[in-house]
């Protein structure tokens, strides 16, 4: 079984861009959220959506938003990108609405310059 | 707010010593427990998970982990630690009404002596 793909693996933006970046989560799979992770704030949540619908979001701007396709795959986007917003983003999915482990992605790393 | 505290930031073993890394939570009630595991640049490998049961779990790897109550604890071990096993680790939990929004501890990072 595939595992979580996210892609593009790496990204360089420029401040005032907007980036999208995207999530295929394990077949069958059902939950997908988005993690950032920075050596400063180290692992936050950002949001996750299950069946189509954001049900947790994290603490993040507006520029920060989600959307999650009938097929589970699953799409975030950052828009006036700030430099701050360079990190690892990792996406991570899981079977159920709760009560299961979530396998994460690669990850894709974003630099703003 | 539930949150997870890693005391240790960085720990160094030497190859074949054994380990023990320290998670602590803070919650309402008991939540799912997870211990993950990262390579630098790579995404996170769930090594074990507690929902309930016996508190004493075994993962991938040779790791276990004992959950103990009393002491909000989730601690994760291993007996004698491989030079391969030089990563950083990541205790989460996820609330019970909480989907599956996972917190994080800041992480240890461990590093292996030859």
């Given at each position: 079984k595939?595992?979580?793909?996210q892609?593009?693996?790496?990204?360089?933006?420029?401040?005032?861009?907007?980036?999208?970046?995207s999530?295929?989560?394990?077949?069958?799979?059902?939950s997908?959220?988005?993690?950032?992770?920075?050596?400063?704030?180290?692992?936050?949540?950002?949001?996750?959506?299950?069946?189509?619908?954001?049900?947790?979001?994290?603490?993040?701007?507006g520029?920060?938003?989600?959307?999650?396709?009938?097929?589970?795959?699953?799409?975030?986007?950052?828009?006036?990108?700030?430099?701050?917003?360079?990190?690892?983003?990792?996406?991570?999915?899981s079977?159920?609405?709760?009560g299961?482990?979530?396998?994460?992605?690669?990850?894709?790393?974003?630099?703003?310059? | 707010?539930?949150?997870?505290?890693?005391?240790?930031?960085?720990?160094?073993?030497?190859?074949?010593?054994?380990?023990?890394?320290?998670?602590?939570?803070?919650?309402?009630?008991?939540?799912?427990?997870?211990?993950?595991?990262?390579?630098?640049?790579?995404?996170?490998?769930l090594?074990?998970?507690?929902?309930?049961?016996?508190?004493?779990?075994?993962?991938?790897?040779?790791?276990?982990?004992?959950?103990?109550?009393s002491?909000?604890?989730?601690?994760?071990?291993?007996?004698?630690?491989h030079?391969?096993?030089?990563?950083?680790?990541?205790?989460?939990?996820?609330?019970?009404?909480?989907?599956?929004?996972?917190?994080?501890g800041?992480?240890?990072?461990?590093?292996?002596?030859?």
């Amino acid at each position: 079984k595939a595992g979580v793909t996210q892609t593009p693996r790496y990204l360089i933006k420029t401040r005032g861009q907007q980036v999208t970046l995207s999530c295929s989560p394990i077949s069958g799979h059902r939950s997908v959220s988005w993690y950032q992770q920075t050596p400063g704030q180290g692992l936050q949540f950002l949001f996750e959506y299950f069946s189509e619908t954001q049900r947790n979001k994290g603490n993040f701007p507006g520029r920060f938003s989600g959307r999650q396709f009938s097929n589970s795959r699953s799409e975030m986007n950052v828009s006036t990108l700030e430099l701050g917003d360079s990190a690892l983003y990792l996406c991570a999915s899981s079977q159920a609405s709760t009560g299961t482990e979530a396998f994460f992605g690669q990850g894709t790393r974003l630099t703003v310059v | 707010a539930q949150s997870v505290t890693q005391p240790d930031i960085h720990i160094t073993v030497s190859e074949g010593a054994s380990l023990e890394l320290r998670c602590n939570y803070s919650y309402g009630a008991t939540p799912y427990l997870f211990w993950y595991v990262q390579s630098p640049g790579q995404g996170l490998q769930l090594l074990l998970k507690y929902f309930s049961g016996d508190t004493l779990v075994q993962g991938i790897k040779g790791f276990e982990a004992e959950f103990k109550r009393s002491q909000s604890s989730f601690n994760l071990r291993k007996p004698s630690v491989h030079w391969s096993d030089a990563a950083e680790y990541f205790c989460a939990v996820v609330g019970n009404n909480a989907g599956n929004m996972l917190t994080f501890g800041g992480g240890t990072r461990l590093m292996v002596k030859p």
